[in-house]
Structure formats: C-alpha cells, structure tokens
Nanobody
Framework: QVQLVESGGGSVQAGGSLRLSCAAS????????MGWFRQAPGKEREGVATLDRNGIMLYADSVRGRFTISKDNAKNTLYLQMHSLMPEDTAMYYC?????????????????WGQGTQVTVSS
C-alpha cells in the first residue's frame, strides 16, 4: 500500500510562490504516472501537472509556465513549484500515484492519493 503525504501548502498573496512536496512510502520510480491535482469548493477535482515514467510532463493550460512538477527518486518525493500564484489557484492540492495506466491526466487512473494540502491565494 503506497502512502502519500503532501506538505507545503499555505496562504500567500497573489504573485507569491509556494512549493508543494509529496513524500511517498514506496519507491516512486516504479510508478507509471505521478501527479498533482486540485479541487476547489464546489468544483470537480482537476489535473494540475503530471509526470510519467518517461519524464513527460503535462500541465493544465491554466498553470503552464507558472508551475513546475519534478521528482526526486532518491528521496521518494514529488514536488510542485508554483510561481505567480493567483486567487483562482486556491484549492486543496492532492498528490497521486498510478502504477498501471499511462493516461496520466485522468483522475480515474490513479489508485493512490494523499490527504491533500490547502493552498489559499488572496488578492
């Protein structure tokens, strides 16, 4: 059973930066996809950024150029560096891992999820 623990969320003003971390209990280098998803109140969970086993990164249009996903296999940790944060980035951010499916941007292919870390951006 893979356990994922997110950290790094918080409250920032618009234009600020945060770095989210996701510590995994298992060797994440064996994952097919790892990703960051977010869910704002009253909205569906959506993909933010994903990274597959071949190193291919995918980003939501709304965050491309501002967010960067990366992974440190030695530390079993996934990161999301977020710059130029905007109020619309406010959400609970979740880390997820998928060991079976290359459809990395779909929430339905992920079988392991963290508990989430809250990001709040004020204007």
């Amino acid at each position: 059973q893979v356990q994922l623990v997110e950290s790094g969320g918080g409250s920032v003003q618009a234009g600020g930066s945060l770095r989210l971390s996701c510590a995994a209990s298992e060797y994440i280098y064996s994952s097919i996809c790892m990703g960051w998803f977010r869910q704002a109140p009253g909205k569906e969970r959506e993909g933010v950024a994903t990274l597959d086993r071949n190193g291919i990164m995918l980003y939501a249009d709304s965050v491309r150029g501002r967010f960067t996903i990366s992974k440190d296999n030695a530390k079993n940790t996934l990161y999301l560096q977020m710059h130029s944060l905007m109020p619309e980035d406010t959400a609970m951010y979740y880390c997820a891992a998928n060991f079976a499916d290359l459809n990395c941007f779909s929430t339905y292919t992920y079988n392991y999820w963290g508990q989430g870390t809250q990001v709040t951006v004020s204007s």
